[in-house]
C-alpha cells in the first residue's frame, strides 16, 4: 500500500490539518503516517485555543521512521507553529525524499489578506526556501502574494479585470522559474467578478499547461477547505493521477460540501461536512 508522511498541525476543532489530511488518504486507499508539529485546542482562528508546538519533538519522530527503514510515495506539509519547524521538515526529506517521492508543500501562512498568528518575517524567509523544492504547492491567493513578494491588498483591486488571471498566472510562473526543480503550483480560493456575478476558483500552473477550474462564490471560506484540497491533490498525485484530474476530484469533493456549508449557515470556524463527502473519493 502506498504511504503519504502527513506533516501537520493536529486541532481538536475545525476539521483541518490532520483531521482533514488523514481521513482523505486513508479513504483514497494510501496509508496515512501522520507527523504532528502541534497539537491544538481548536484552529486558530477560534481565537482563544491552546497550543502546544512540538518542534523539539518532531525530529525525534523522523529518526524513529528512518530506523524503521520506512520509505514514502508522498510527503505533505502543511501547518508549522514557528520558522523552527521549517528546518525540521528540511531534516525530514533530507532522511525520507528519493526520486519517486511526491513533495507537496502547503506554504499554510494566510487567508483573504491576513496572516495567521504564526506568521513572522522569518518564517517567509524559510517557507520561500521550502517551497522551492516542492513538486506541487498549493498557496491560496494571499499565500501566492507573500511567496511573491505582491501586495494583496492592491492584487484584489483587479477582480474584475479580464487580464486579472493572466496576471496570476504570471506569478506562478515566477515562482515556477525560482523552483530548484520541475514544479506545479496550484492557487486556490481565486475570487473573481464577472459583471454582478462572483465566482471562486482554482488555478494550476505547470512548466507547459495551466488550467482553472471555477463556480459561484458563496460568500463565506471554511476553515480546512485549503487543507482538504491539498491532501486530496496529494493522494490523488500519488495514485498517479494527471494534475487535472486531481483537480477535478478535489472540486467534486469540496464543491457541495461548500455550498451545503453556506445553505446551512454553518460557523466557517468549525469547518465544512466533508465527513459526509468522503465516498466521493472512493
Ligand atoms: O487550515 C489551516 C490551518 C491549519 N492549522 C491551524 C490553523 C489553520 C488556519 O487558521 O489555525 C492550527
Redesign the pocket.
Same mark, same amino acid.
Given at each position: 500500500m502506498k504511504k503519504i508522511a502527513l506533516i501537520? $498541525?493536529i486541532?481538536g476543532f475545525?476539521r483541518?490539518?490532520l483531521t482533514a489530511a488523514i481521513p482523505v488518504v486513508s479513504v483514497m486507499g494510501i496509508q496515512a503516517c501522520p507527523l504532528p508539529t502541534?497539537v491544538?485546542s481548536a484552529?486558530? $482562528?477560534f481565537g482563544e485555543y491552546f497550543?502546544h508546538d512540538l518542534t523539539d519533538k518532531m525530529n525525534h519522530i523522523t529518526d524513529g521512521w528512518k530506523q524503521m527503514d520506512e520509505h514514502f510515495d508522498g510527503i505533505h506539509s502543511? =501547518?508549522l507553529a514557528d520558522a523552527a519547524q521549517i528546518g525540521n521538515v528540511q531534516y525530514f526529506l533530507e532522511q525520507f525524499r528519493s526520486e519517486d517521492t511526491i513533495y507537496l508543500a502547503d506554504p499554510?501562512m494566510g $487567508?483573504h489578506g491576513r496572516t =495567521?498568528?504564526m506568521f513572522s518575517e522569518e518564517f517567509l524567509k524559510g517557507m520561500k526556501q521550502l517551497t522551492r523544492q516542492a513538486d506541487v504547492i498549493t498557496p491560496n491567493l494571499t499565500e501566492l502574494c507573500m511567496l511573491a513578494d505582491v501586495d494583496y491588498q492592491e492584487m484584489i483591486t483587479h477582480r474584475q479585470d479580464e487580464d486579472y488571471l493572466q496576471c496570476i498566472k504570471g506569478i506562478c510562473r515566477r515562482l515556477l522559474a525560482g523552483a530548484h526543480r520541475k514544479q506545479t503550483v496550484i492557487v486556490t480560493g481565486i475570487i473573481r467578478n464577472h459583471g454582478e456575478k462572483v465566482f471562486v476558483g482554482n488555478l494550476a500552473v505547470t512548466e507547459t499547461e495551466d488550467f482553472h477550474i471555477e463556480h459561484p462564490y458563496t460568500g463565506v471560506g471554511f476553515?480546512?477547505t485549503?487543507?482538504l484540497f491539498a491532501a486530496v491533490i496529494c493522494g490523488s498525485l500519488v495514485k498517479g493521477l494527471s494534475v487535472r484530474a486531481s483537480m477535478e476530484k478535489a472540486t467534486y469533493f469540496l464543491r457541495e460540501a461548500i455550498e451545503e456549508a453556506s445553505a446551512a449557515g454553518l460557523d466557517p470556524c468549525h469547518g465544512v461536512y466533508f465527513e459526509k463527502y468522503l465516498s466521493r473519493l472512493l
Open positions: 501537520n $498541525d486541532s475545525g483541518c490539518s502541534a491544538l484552529q486558530t $482562528d497550543c502543511g =501547518y499554510v $487567508d =495567521y498568528d476553515s480546512g485549503g487543507d
